[in-house]
């Protein structure tokens, strides 16, 4: 039985969030006071999603844990499968061996077919989940920036923030004053390290 592959690449997680964004996003008041206002009046500023990402306590931890429930799931197939291999092999033995009847073989048989579809039915199954966990990690990372977002927003008044990975998904080139991809980190690492202390002292999981 072939490992299961699990988790999306940081690559891939940043193509799912540009896909989910669609376009440019940002509070849509007007200003001409800030240094990245071109000659349009629009006040604009980017962030690199590979590198926010890549960076992202939260992405990271949750992202540990989803490998670790990976590999305890494709360890507990592995065994079950190798387990009903080595039944066969031995009912196939016992057979040549002529150390049981037809009937009987036959009987065993049909129970180890039997078994075989429950592994691959548990086997499918783990895949749907595994897909449904990074699914709704992705979702849950994305509504994590765009929630940090309105708030850093609120005083910053740009126009618009675009989304940008190492593809250039969103910008071919881009000033790197206009680039707000560490201040956007610091303050997602420094608002989730917060949330994860509360949860801590307060004694849940």
């Given at each position: 039985?072939?490992?299961?592959?699990?988790?999306?690449?940081?690559?891939?997680?940043?193509?799912?969030?540009?896909?989910?964004?669609?376009?440019?996003?940002?509070?849509?008041?007007?200003?001409?006071?800030?240094?990245?206002?071109?000659?349009?009046?629009?006040?604009?500023?980017?962030?690199?999603?590979?590198?926010?990402?890549?960076?992202?306590?939260?992405?990271?931890?949750?992202?540990?844990?989803?490998?670790?429930?990976?590999?305890?799931?494709?360890?507990?197939?592995?065994?079950?499968?190798?387990?009903?291999?080595?039944?066969?092999?031995?009912?196939?033995?016992?057979?040549?061996?002529?150390?049981?009847?037809?009937?009987?073989?036959?009987?065993?048989?049909?129970?180890?077919a039997y078994q075989?579809?429950?592994?691959?039915?548990?086997?499918?199954?783990?895949?749907?989940?595994?897909?449904?966990?990074?699914?709704?990690?992705?979702?849950?990372?994305?509504?994590?920036?765009?929630?940090?977002?309105?708030?850093?927003?609120?005083?910053?008044?740009?126009?618009?923030?675009?989304?940008?990975?190492?593809?250039?998904t969103s910008i071919?080139?881009?000033?790197?004053?206009?680039?707000?991809?560490?201040?956007?980190?610091d303050g997602l690492?420094?608002?989730?390290?917060?949330?994860?202390?509360?949860?801590?002292?307060?004694?849940?999981?």
């Amino acid at each position: 039985m072939k490992n299961i592959p699990l988790f999306v690449s940081i690559a891939a997680l940043v193509v799912a969030i540009v896909a989910l964004i669609g376009s440019p996003t940002g509070n849509k008041k007007t200003t001409t006071s800030n240094p990245t206002t071109g000659s349009s009046g629009l006040s604009v500023a980017y962030i690199s999603l590979d590198t926010l990402v890549d960076a992202y306590d939260y992405y990271n931890e949750e992202k540990t844990k989803l490998i670790q429930w990976s590999e305890e799931k494709e360890v507990s197939l592995e065994s079950r499968y190798k387990a009903l291999q080595r039944k066969a092999m031995e009912l196939q033995q016992q057979v040549q061996d002529k150390m049981m009847t037809p009937t009987t073989a036959q009987k065993k048989g049909e129970q180890l077919a039997y078994q075989e579809q429950e592994i691959m039915r548990d086997k499918q199954t783990y895949e749907y989940e595994a897909m449904d966990k990074n699914q709704q990690l992705t979702l849950s990372v994305f509504d994590s920036i765009k929630s940090y977002l309105k708030v850093y927003n609120a005083d910053k008044n740009y126009n618009l923030i675009l989304a940008n990975d190492t593809l250039g998904t969103s910008i071919l080139l881009g000033d790197q004053g206009m680039d707000i991809t560490k201040e956007i980190l610091d303050g997602l690492n420094k608002r989730y390290r917060t949330y994860a202390g509360t949860k801590d002292s307060s004694g849940t999981k």
